[in-house]
Every structure is written in structure tokens, then in C-alpha cells.
């Protein structure tokens, strides 16, 4: 439980040079992490369950470790990124014994409250923890364009951070461990919100026989002025004050119906924009029709209606 020094550039572990760092879980990612690690000179120890995953980045001048437990006692730094939480457990188990004085960072995806629970067990095998979440796929491991959110204990980021650079760009959320995790669902349902309103679009040109290609062009420039909305109503949400002087909710209502109306004479699902219409109208019926769309929060946050 040593946080080492803040290192700007130089690294933690030996004082001179990348940090050594330890990989545990060689699937997709794992084995990206890894690679980037070693693309920076990082000693790199890997471990995985099933060893021949192991070969590719040998060669590349990794250290194979016969078991978790080595894996983790070759260095300060071990970075886990299996399938799960249950398999976090399993592999944590077999090897708790080498987690003392280690700093342990759990890439693994997983809730907020098996984060917590992680960290808290970490700690009373005397490890330091930090939980994170990978905001890219694979091949983006290593873009410094990418994000990746950590939490826990400030101290151990940034004492850590030249070594989680390797991996994109490290964004510090907060000491409570659950915060990686929280913001990767929030993160992931936007992602999924956006994309399937995407491709909705895309049927619905498509269905006139415009490509993908062409909509999408026009689509990106769309965003750019939909990130623009979210700065003006981060505001609104936090003050709980929604002023609908640049477009309601009620005018909204009125402009979805031709989104609907559209999808159903080109024959494409309308089960999305309805969803959105129905949310609307239950903000609008409990007052907020003049109000801005950015007072849908009410609704979200208290489905059944109440103060
Ligand atoms: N791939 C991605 O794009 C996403 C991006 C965001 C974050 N995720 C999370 O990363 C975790 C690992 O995902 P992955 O893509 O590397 O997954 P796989 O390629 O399927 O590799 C799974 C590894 O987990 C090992 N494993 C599974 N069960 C056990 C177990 N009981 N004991 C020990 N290890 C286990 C597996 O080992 P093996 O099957 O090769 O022996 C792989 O190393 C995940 O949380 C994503 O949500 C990736």
C-alpha cells in the first residue's frame, strides 16, 4: 500500500525506464493492453488461462508466467481484463497471495458495487486498487484519442499514470471505485441511444434509396450540433430549471409525429421514436410541455411521477 511517486515521464518500479507491469487475461483486449505495454518498453509479465494465448506476445518479447500468482509477483502494476467479475474472482482467488504491496487495476467490466467490493478486498490483502473502464475497442487500445476512466485513490493514479498511458488517454473520475463503472454504463447506453437513432435514420433515407454513406455525412455534422445542445442543458439538469426559449417539449411532440408518420409509410420500425414521443408526453403532461427537452430528466429519474 505504498502509493510511489508522481512520474511525469519516468516510470514506477524501477526508478529508470517503462515500469515493469504485469497482464493477467489474454483474450481480445488483454492481449491489446499488452501489446501496448510492450510497445512502450514496459517489461511486460502475461498470464492467462489458457497458456497458448500467451505465444504471440512472447515473441514480442513478453514474459510468460506459469501461473496468476507469478504473473502478479513479477510486478508492482497488474492490470486484470478477463471476461468478468466471476472470473476476476477465480483467477484472484488461486493468486491473493501475491497481492501485497501490489497496485492492482481491474479493466474488467463490471458494476459499480462488484468494483467497490473488489477494492475493498484488495485492501485487506494489503493491495492498492484502482478500477477502470476501456471506452475503445480493441484496435483503438494505445490511440491517445481513446478514454480510459479510472477511480480510486488519486495518489495511486497518478503514480500509475505513465504506465496506463500506454493504453489511450487515462481520465481520472474520483476516489469512489464504483465511478469507472457507473460512467462506462452511462457512457455505453449513450453510445447505443445514438447508434440505433443512427441507424434508424439510415432505414428511413434508405428507404428512398439514399445510401448510408451520404445520410451518415450529414449525420456527423448533426452531432456536432447535438453535442452543442447537451452544453446548453448539463446546466438546466444540475439547476433543475429548464427554460424552453430555444424549442419545448410540446414543439418537439408536434415534430416527432412526422418522424413517426415517415417511418410508418416507408415501412420502418417505429417502436424508437415512439418510446421517445411516449417519454415526451409524459414530461409535458406533468407540466414541463413549455419547458425544454432537457426536462425529460424528470421523468427519467422519477418514472412513477412524485414530487
Ligand atoms: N473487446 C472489447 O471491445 C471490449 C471493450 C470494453 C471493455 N471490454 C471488457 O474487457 C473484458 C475482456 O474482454 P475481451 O474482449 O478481452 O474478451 P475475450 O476475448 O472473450 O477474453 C476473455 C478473457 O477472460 C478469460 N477468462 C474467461 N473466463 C475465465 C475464468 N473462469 N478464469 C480465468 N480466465 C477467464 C479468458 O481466458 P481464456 O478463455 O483465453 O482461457 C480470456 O483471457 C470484458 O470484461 C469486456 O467486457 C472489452
Known amino acids: 500500500m505504498n502509493p510511489l511517486p508522481d512520474a ?24 491489446a493492453l499488452a501489446a501496448a505495454l510492450l ?13 497458448e494465448k500467451a505465444a504471440p506476445l512472447v515473441e514480442r518479447g513478453a514474459r510468460p508466467a506459469a501461473t496468476a500468482g507469478a504473473a502478479i509477483a513479477a510486478s508492482p502494476l497488474v492490470i486484470a481484463c478477463v471476461l ?19 497496485t492492482l487495476v481491474n479493466l474488467t467490466s463490471g458494476s459499480p ?54 493504453f489511450g488517454d487515462p481520465l481520472y473520475l474520483g476516489a469512489d471505485p464504483g465511478l469507472a463503472s457507473l460512467f462506462d454504463a452511462a457512457l455505453l447506453g449513450l453510445m447505443w441511444s445514438t447508434m440505433t437513432g443512427w441507424l434508424h435514420g439510415t432505414a428511413l ?10 445520410f451518415t455525412a450529414v449525420a456527423i455534422r448533426w452531432l456536432s450540433a447535438v453535442t452543442g445542445f447537451l452544453s446548453t442543458y448539463a446546466p438546466q439538469v444540475d439547476a433543475g430549471h429548464y427554460p424552453g426559449d430555444d424549442a419545448t417539449v410540446d414543439v418537439q ?26 417519454t415526451m408526453e409524459r414530461a409535458s403532461a406533468r ?8 426536462s425529460l430528466i424528470e421523468v427519467l429519474r422519477k418514472p412513477e411521477g412524485g414530487a
Open 113 to 166: 458495487e462488484q468494483a467497490r467490493a473488489t477494492a475493498a478486498w484488495a485492501g485487506s490483502r494489503g493491495a492498492d486498487y484502482l478500477d477502470g473502464a476501456i471506452m475503445t475497442t480493441p484496435p483503438g487500445v494505445g490511440d491517445p484519442r481513446m478514454m480510459i476512466l479510472f477511480s480510486g485513490p488519486r495518489a495511486v493514479f497518478e503514480a500509475h499514470r505513465p504506465a496506463l498511458s500506454a
Open 287 to 294: 407540466g414541463h410541455g413549455r419547458d425544454s427537452y432537457a
Open 84 to 102: 468478468d467479475q466471476t472470473a476476476l474472482d477465480t483467477v484472484l482467488a488461486d493468486a491473493s497471495g501475491s497481492l501485497a504491496g501490489k
Open 39 to 51: 510497445e512502450r518498453g514496459h517489461p511486460t509479465t502475461v498470464w492467462n488461462r489458457s497458456a
Open 8 to 31: 511525469a515521464s519516468s516510470s514506477v518500479g524501477t526508478g529508470q525506464g517503462p515500469a515493469p507491469v504485469t497482464v493477467i487475461g489474454l483474450g481480445a483486449m488483454g492481449s
Open 253 to 278: 411532440i408536434a415534430a416527432i409525429g412526422h418522424l413517426i408518420h415517415a417511418s410508418e409509410a416507408s415501412g420502418v420500425d417505429t417502436a424508437l421514436p415512439e418510446l421517445l414521443r411516449a
Open 205 to 214: 433515407v434508405g428507404a428512398e434509396a439514399a445510401p448510408a454513406t451520404d
